[in-house]
């Protein structure tokens, strides 16, 4: 039946499943091809010196017959638990076989040239013969089952061994441990790592005794042995911890002795670097006094012969020539020359009380010349439009009658004074406000409508006014009288100075450069 059949096609599919789950985890020669594809390795074998078939979860060694020139082989974290299939590797130096599920060390008779082994996180309890591995360097037997020295006593016969790190087993033995490790081949022996072992902490004097009995250690457990400590444990050996720390301090002192002494080359280097610093350090000074002395001095730019500075003192003393002429910029300058001699030797206390001088009288006249203006313009102000609120005059007397009898109401809106005749009493127009009786403010029918103003010709002024302008007059008169006196003594008293300046002996040509300069 239908269902029959997907069921036998479904059983047979979950046995094909199986099948290949199953030769997953063991080494063929396809499968071996089909890693160094997919990791970008060589497709042909003999082509390949690294093969890393790492993390594939491999039971066996298998398939590897071809790779013979193979020199580097990575077979970590897998489940090998028997190393076989290298006997055609005899080009093979470095082997990785961490974290499987070894037992023990066999088959490696045709790998004479391994140099790296790791079998560091497997089950390994004892060490086999390895002495026909001649050239093996380096051996990590960390995180195995070792209990005893006698587990790893075949390491003996390595007489090429440097590095060894057999740390995190089950080593319980306490007594000739140091001897033990003192009696490797040759003494070649750089690196032990022997911590972490259950029987270190019951040997007394531990790192002493090992670091004393291997001369060639660098390193040993988790930090490095150096000379100072070698040194403290030796004179430890031999006089205890007086010694120890005693030949801790002559060793700081040597050091510091060698860091401090020279040789002659050196000190000829320091004793030629120090001249120059102490020639670095007089050209500052000489040019910091050089600078100062400058500064007091009062040299310009152009005492100093700047050349940008000389272009601007020419063309400022063309423009000078343009506007005063040769005449003009003399004077001016015997003027300056004759306040500087009067204000003392220092040309810049000289200069500045010029300017200052010169600065104040030109304020002067300023404030002079805005409240003449201020008045001149008040005045314009009064003769032209004179103000809204007195712009009026009062209404004669008959107007003041007519108003009476015919009772009509003021406007203030329209309180502007009427046309008079010339014949009405100015008198009694001016005062006919002072009286208390009713008037008629409104125009007249001939006057002009709201919105338009009447001719000046035809508005009356009051005295006030009048009396007011005769004042302001006055007063405009007797500002520009004190004006033009002020402005005559000033000349006067100058030209009197230039005299006596031209008269007298002519300044140094130091200054007299110095004020053609301002």
């Known amino acids: 039946s239908k269902d029959g059949s997907w069921q036998r096609s479904t059983g047979d599919g979950g046995e094909e499943k199986r099948k290949s789950s199953s030769s997953l985890k063991k080494m063929t020669p396809e499968i071996v091809a089909e890693i160094c594809n997919e990791r970008k390795m060589w497709s042909q074998p003999q082509l390949n010196n690294k093969l890393y078939l790492n993390y594939k979860g491999f039971e066996n060694i298998d398939g590897l017959e071809d790779y013979v020139?193979?020199?580097?082989?990575?077979?970590?974290?897998?489940?090998?638990?028997k190393i076989d299939g290298l006997h055609r590797m005899t080009q093979l130096v470095v082997l990785h076989l961490e974290c499987n599920r070894l037992t023990g060390i066999a088959n490696l008779e045709s790998n004479l040239v391994l140099r790296v082994l790791n079998l560091e996180y497997n089950a390994?309890?004892?060490?086999?013969?390895?002495?026909h591995l001649t050239k093996l360097e380096q051996i990590n037997l960390a995180r195995n089952q070792l209990s005893s020295l006698d587990d790893i006593k075949e390491l003996q016969s390595c007489s090429s061994?440097?590095?060894?790190?057999?740390?995190?087993?089950?080593?319980?033995?306490?007594?000739?441990?140091?001897?033990?490790?003192?009696?490797?081949?040759?003494?070649?022996?750089?690196?032990?790592?022997?911590?972490?072992?259950?029987?270190?902490?019951?040997?007394?004097?531990?790192?002493?005794?090992?670091?004393?009995?291997?001369?060639?250690?660098?390193?040993?457990?988790?930090?490095?042995?150096?000379?100072?400590e070698r040194k403290s444990c030796l004179a430890w050996e031999k006089g205890g911890m007086q010694a120890m720390q005693q030949a801790k301090k002559d060793h700081f002192k040597e050091h510091h002795k060698m860091a401090t002494e020279l040789d002659d080359e050196q000190r000829a280097k320091l004793t030629l670097m120090r001249k120059k610093a102490m020639e670095r350090i007089e050209r500052e000074e000489r040019e910091r006094k050089e600078a100062e002395e400058k500064a007091e001095a009062g040299l310009t730019p152009v005492?100093?012969?700047?050349?940008?500075?000389?272009?601007?003192y020419a063309k400022s003393w063309q423009t000078k020539l343009n506007l005063y002429g040769a005449d003009g910029v003399r004077a001016q300058v015997a003027g300056e020359e004759a306040a500087q001699k009067f204000m003392g030797a220092d040309p810049s206390s000289a200069q500045a009380a010029a300017l200052k001088a010169q600065k104040a009288v030109a304020e002067a006249q300023k404030k002079a010349n805005e409240e003449h203006l201020r008045q001149?313009?008040?005045?314009?102000?009064?003769?032209r439009e004179p103000s809204k609120a007195l712009n009026f005059a009062p209404p004669s007397r008959s107007c003041r009658s007519a108003a009476s009898s015919r009772g009509a109401a003021s406007d203030a809106s329209s309180f502007r004074a009427p046309l008079q005749s010339s014949e009405e009493d100015h008198a009694d127009r001016q005062f006919a406000a002072l009286d208390g009786t009713d008037f008629d403010l409104s125009l007249p029918k001939d006057s002009p409508s709201k919105g338009q103003s009447a001719p000046d010709k035809d508005e009356v002024v009051p005295d006030l006014w009048k009396n007011l302008e005769a004042a302001n007059k006055e007063a405009e008169m007797r500002v520009l009288d004190q004006n033009m006196k002020s402005g005559q003594a000033f000349n006067k008293a100058r030209k009197e100075e230039m005299a006596r300046a031209s008269e007298g002996n002519q300044p140094q040509t130091s200054q007299g450069n110095e004020l053609e300069g301002l």
């Not at 390994?124 to 002495?131: E, N, Q, T, V």
């Not at 009995?213 to 040993?220: F, H």
């Open 69 to 81: 020139n193979c020199r580097s082989l990575y077979l970590g974290n897998n489940s090998i638990a």
């Open 376 to 383: 001149k313009n008040v005045t314009a102000e009064l003769r």
């Open 124 to 131: 390994i309890r004892c060490i086999p013969a390895l002495s």
């Open 161 to 228: 061994l440097t590095n060894i790190d057999v740390s995190f087993n089950e080593i319980e033995t306490q007594e000739g441990v140091p001897e033990f490790w003192a009696s490797m081949p040759g003494a070649k022996l750089k690196l032990l790592r022997f911590h972490n072992n259950p029987g270190i902490r019951f040997i007394e004097h531990y790192r002493k005794r090992m670091v004393n009995s291997m001369p060639e250690l660098q390193y040993l457990d988790e930090r490095p042995i150096f000379p100072v």
């Open 303 to 312: 005492q100093e012969g700047d050349a940008e500075a000389l272009e601007q």
